[in-house]
């Protein structure tokens, strides 16, 4: 069965640092890739998503991700935080086999002043 | 804009009264989904349209039913809340996934709390 872990639960970052947010896959079929974000109260929104070519791609608000098909990962990034920036963040994998997207735990971004 | 649009967005309900929330788009997207969030997890799904073809997900309780009357609009029925169904409930959308690979489109949500 498909799976995606984000091995960390809290992310804390100052203000101003950059910032890396794990994600790993289980999935035989080629996989589909999205970051969302949700704000306190809020509902989900993409940031960015990988479906082929290459494997850096850009998002929203100044996010990328990396997709590294020999560690299985996706792991979004930042070059400088921002105070706004503080939200839960999801990893989610389709795959040409189903439509419906298997979720991540999430993961919970703290950022100091 | 186009968008996906849930109302209300906070409903308080009383243990065992039934209640019934609300969610239209304007995307024209053929599939629309219902997930529960609890605090601090992932959205767990509880069920989808895929045009007029219903999906339930084998988890989902009988408690929980939906309706699609038309492209805009679908409803999500809680038909005897318990304390366990507070929770923010989320309505997705998204295209043909044949054409977008399914990326979704989420509205703002609905807390639900239960007395």
């Known amino acids: 069965a498909q799976s995606v872990t984000q091995p960390d639960i809290h992310i804390t970052v100052s203000e101003g640092a950059s910032l890396e947010l794990r994600c790993n896959y289980s999935y035989g079929a080629t996989p589909y890739l999205f970051w969302y974000v949700q704000s306190p109260g809020q509902g989900l929104q993409l940031l960015l998503k990988y479906f082929s070519g290459d494997t850096l791609v850009q998002g929203i608000k100044g996010f990328e991700a990396e997709f590294k098909r020999s560690q299985s990962s996706f792991n979004l990034r930042k070059p400088s935080v921002h105070w706004s920036d503080a939200a839960e963040y999801f990893c989610?994998?389709?795959?040409?086999?189903?439509?419906?997207?298997?979720f991540g735990r999430g993961t919970s971004l703290i950022v100091h002043p | 804009d186009a968008m996906v649009i849930q109302n209300p967005r906070y409903q308080v309900t009383q243990f065992g009264k039934p209640v019934t929330l609300s969610c239209s788009q304007t995307l024209n997207h053929n599939v629309m989904y219902w997930y529960q969030q609890k605090s601090s997890q992932a959205p767990k799904l509880l069920f989808h349209y895929y045009d007029k073809d219903f999906n339930n997900e084998a988890d989902t309780p009988d408690n929980f039913q939906s309706r699609r009357p038309n492209t805009s609009f679908c409803f999500l029925d809680i038909r005897s809340p318990g304390l366990g169904d507070a929770a923010m409930y989320l309505c997705?959308?998204?295209?043909?996934?044949?054409?977008?690979?399914?990326?979704?489109?989420f509205g703002a949500g609905t807390r639900l709390s239960v007395l």
């Open positions: 997705a959308t998204s295209r043909d996934p044949g054409t977008d690979k399914n990326i979704q489109y």
């Open positions: 989610a994998v389709t795959s040409g086999g189903s439509y419906i997207p298997t």
